[in-house]
């Protein structure tokens, strides 16, 4: 079950173990203080106390809450041949990823999502992790290194300038290990986004895949990175060894390999060889070095050039695994199939002797630590009073007095809706075997559930129908699993896609999308017979896309989502919003002028004053390469809020994650402890898909 660390830790917003530290700029950068950047980006008036209520917004992070991640090594022999079993480097709780070796044994720095962000810590053999200096109002920190006494990471507390929109917040930062009171120094110059670090061995050069200072173009496969090389004396003075790549590794001071797609398709390992002599531009071009047939990625080179240990889906085969490549026999050595040939393995990493070659992997079911994970989790927060939540699920929605919460479990395997308390303890089953998504709690009737029921994401003519469930309140009692309800189908028969139902504040009517003209808009339904007497009406009409309608705790505006502005571009979305009669249609501009043209943005939802909407964007770009992660559709996806005049643009959450379906309420949530929760929690299964452009 969860550790009583963990309890504690989901009871309040977590604390920075350094608050202390100031941010510099190497060379002649310089950056104006970490929280006023901030504000100044994403205020669009600068006013400083324009800030949303307080309460607490709980989302859904595709596959997030299951990955179970720990760092784990093998010991090599000289046949390049592991031993019979890994060990765990990590103690089990939360998520433990992206690791490198600190010395020639068992001590490595890695990324842990234990105080509801990424943050850096080190562990050594049989010892706690001990968390290392970290910008207390970074949301992200990524990609650590230890070398010569200094910490280099990647971390998005600055925001980019001049444009605060599609544009990555990442950049590489430096600091001392054991500085409390040190300075954490920008080493990527302002206006420039560097991802994927890797530091030379004699700490002389350091390699990025950067984006430079142009805007993020819409790519998530493959970035459209450059592997970039400078001296952390003069990071101004950038070479380009390579206009393609990414996850840039060292061998010695002089050989660089990193990943690529080939001419062929085949992800593929490059090197560049950098000249003897100082950097220089005039350098040979990247040369491949894996063949083709077989996809490798996120290489680390083996410290005597001889061989490269890289992640790699071969054809037929379900699961990542990692092997060593010999680059002078070119030969492939297998080492994680052998001995966890069901699980995904990520981002190899090789100590300084070559002796031990680590990774992550999903922890598994039987070893110790964390083998469930909870029902709401705490996500660190920059804005402050207003609390973030992780659901297990997706898609929900609070009782009218707060004390529950509908969502929609699993929209694959465990289909229909669930209800759990607010406090994250138990759950029922209200409706189970059916697809359903989007849900909608009746702010009158406390009895009453609206939900989709059909498959998501469908054509205008599948059939998706609006659904109101009832059942009995007094049954949301500790002695009862399942819920007995009834369901009653709101739309006639052959409408066609009838999703995303919202209701009005006076519980009377519904609001929700129709594929019934053979376009999706918004239509009006009464909220007890549907439109079995007549009482439906359109509020949208047009050639487009609108879609996931939220009604307004005043009544007085409806907004949803919609390409009305460019009905022939399915892949771009603004907000609009209008009152329940038709009247006052009008779009919130949140990017502003010819950049809103490129806006993604979704699941909106108002706060209970009726002045600001959360939503999910595609504003803030790629937060970290998609290819080193499990599988997210979306991974631009993150939580936003703006006023409804469209000032007062904030972001929330900033990870490598695609977060959606968030929901608003008005108090604080406090959780429950683990002698007061309900033993129903999922096991971790650690079935997450691949990416699913990897073919």
């Given at each position: 079950m969860l550790t009583s660390l963990r309890h504690a830790i989901r009871k309040r917003p977590p604390l920075p173990f350094y608050s202390n530290h100031?941010?510099?700029?190497?060379?002649?950068?310089?950056?104006?203080?970490?929280?006023?950047?901030?504000?100044?980006?994403?205020?669009?008036?600068?006013?400083?106390?324009?800030?949303?209520?307080?309460?607490?917004?709980?989302?859904?992070?595709?596959?997030?809450?299951?990955?179970?991640?720990?760092?784990?090594?093998?010991?090599?022999?000289?046949?390049?041949?592991?031993?019979?079993?890994?060990?765990?480097?990590?103690?089990?709780?939360?998520?433990?990823?992206?690791?490198?070796?600190?010395?020639?044994?068992?001590?490595?720095?890695?990324?842990?999502?234990?105080?509801?962000?990424?943050?850096?810590?080190?562990?050594?053999?049989?010892?706690?992790?001990?968390?290392?200096?970290?910008?207390?109002?970074?949301?992200?920190?990524?990609r650590p290194i230890i070398k010569h006494g200094k910490l280099y990471f990647i971390s998005t507390h600055q925001p980019p300038e001049p444009e605060p929109v599609f544009k990555s917040w990442t950049a590489v930062y430096s600091t001392a290990v054991d500085g409390v009171e040190g300075v954490v120094t920008r080493i990527t110059p302002?206006?420039?986004?560097?991802?994927?670090?890797?530091?030379?061995?004699?700490?002389?050069?350091?390699?990025?895949?950067?984006?430079?200072?142009?805007?993020?173009?819409?790519?998530?496969?493959?970035?459209?990175?450059?592997?970039?090389?400078?001296?952390?004396?003069?990071?101004?003075?950038?070479?380009?060894?390579?206009?393609?790549?990414?996850?840039?590794?060292?061998?010695?001071?002089?050989?660089?390999?990193?990943?690529?797609?080939?001419?062929?398709?085949?992800?593929?390992?490059?090197?560049?060889?950098?000249?003897?002599?100082?950097?220089?531009?005039?350098?040979?071009?990247?040369?491949?070095?894996?063949?083709?047939?077989?996809?490798?990625?996120?290489?680390?080179?083996?410290?005597?050039?001889?061989?490269?240990?890289?992640?790699?889906?071969?054809?037929?085969?379900?699961?990542?695994?990692?092997e060593i490549f010999d680059l002078e026999l070119q030969k492939f050595y297998p080492i994680t199939e052998t001995i966890n040939p069901s699980f995904n393995h990520y981002n190899p990493f090789v100590s300084g002797n070559s002796r031990y070659l680590g990774y992550h992997r999903f922890r598994g079911e039987s070893t110790h630590g964390e083998s469930t994970y909870p029902h709401l989790d705490p996500v660190q927060s920059p804005v402050q009073n207003l609390h973030l939540l992780r659901l297990n699920g997706s898609f929900p929605i609070f009782s009218p007095c707060g004390d529950f919460i509908a969502f929609n479990h699993d929209l694959d395997f465990n289909r229909g809706v669930k209800i759990i308390r607010s406090n994250g303890s138990k759950r029922w089953t209200l409706l189970k075997g059916r697809m359903c998504f989007y849900n909608s709690w009746s702010p009158t009737e406390k009895h009453v559930i609206y939900t989709s029921i059909g498959p998501i994401f469908e054509s205008v003519s599948k059939t998706v129908e609006i659904a109101r469930i009832e059942f009995e309140p007094d049954h949301l009692t500790n002695d009862l699993k399942e819920i007995p309800s009834k369901v009653k189908i709101l739309t006639k028969e052959g409408t066609g896609n009838n999703a995303f139902p919202s209701c009005s504040p006076d519980g009377r009517s519904i609001v929700f999308r129709s594929g019934r003209s053979g376009h999706k808009n918004l239509y009006i339904v009464d909220a007890v017979d549907g439109e079995f007497n007549g009482g439906l009406r359109r509020l949208t009409e047009g050639a487009w896309i609108d879609t996931m309608p939220c009604w307004s705790p005043k009544g007085d505006l409806i907004a949803f989502s919609s390409n009305m502005h460019n009905p022939g571009n399915p892949e771009v979305f603004g907000i609009y919003v209008v009152k329940p009669d038709g009247s006052g249609l009008r779009r919130i501009e949140v990017a502003k002028g010819a950049e809103?043209?490129?806006?993604?943005?979704?699941?909106?939802?108002?706060?209970?004053?009726?002045?600001?909407?959360?939503?999910?964007?595609?504003?803030?770009?790629?937060?970290?390469?998609?290819?080193?992660?499990?599988?997210?559709?979306?991974?631009?996806g993150d939580l936003y809020v703006v006023r409804v005049d469209g000032s007062g643009l904030r972001r929330l959450t900033c990870n490598a994650y695609e977060n959606g379906t968030p929901t608003w309420h008005d108090g604080v949530l406090e959780l429950c402890s683990e002698n007061e929760e309900e033993r129903d929690s999922d096991l971790l299964t650690g079935t997450f898909q691949e990416p699913l452009w990897i073919n």
């Open positions: 100031r941010v510099t700029t190497s060379s002649s950068y310089s950056s104006p203080n970490t929280l006023s950047n901030t504000t100044k980006f994403f205020n669009s008036h600068s006013e400083l106390t324009m800030l949303p209520p307080s309460g607490t917004i709980v989302f859904n992070t595709v596959g997030r809450p299951q990955y179970g991640f720990d760092i784990f090594s093998v010991e090599l022999n000289n046949h390049h041949h592991a031993a019979s079993a890994d060990r765990r480097l990590t103690d089990g709780i939360s998520i433990n990823y992206n690791a490198q070796f600190v010395d020639e044994n068992d001590s490595v720095v890695f990324v842990s999502e234990r105080t509801g962000s990424p943050r850096l810590y080190l562990t050594r053999s049989e010892s706690k992790p001990q968390p290392l200096p970290y910008v207390p109002s970074s949301l992200f920190h990524d302002k206006g420039v986004v560097d991802y994927s670090p890797a530091v030379s061995l004699t700490g002389k050069f350091i390699a990025v895949a950067s984006h430079g200072s142009g805007q993020w173009r819409g790519d998530f496969r493959e970035l459209e990175t450059e592997i970039v090389v400078f001296s952390e004396s003069e990071p101004e003075n950038r070479v380009v060894v390579s206009e393609r790549g990414g996850w840039p590794t060292w061998s010695q001071d002089k050989t660089i390999f990193f990943h690529r797609i080939a001419e062929d398709g085949w992800w593929s390992i490059f090197r560049v060889d950098l000249s003897d002599s100082e950097l220089s531009q005039s350098l040979d071009p990247p040369v491949r070095v894996t063949p083709a047939g077989i996809h490798c990625f996120t290489p680390a080179a083996m410290h005597d050039g001889k061989c490269i240990a890289v992640a790699t889906r071969r054809p037929g085969r379900r699961f990542r695994h990692i809103a043209d490129r806006e993604r943005l979704n699941h909106v939802f108002f706060s209970s004053d009726g002045e600001w909407l959360v939503f999910t964007a595609n504003l803030g770009g790629v937060t970290a390469e998609p290819v080193s992660l499990p599988n997210q559709f979306q991974p631009y």
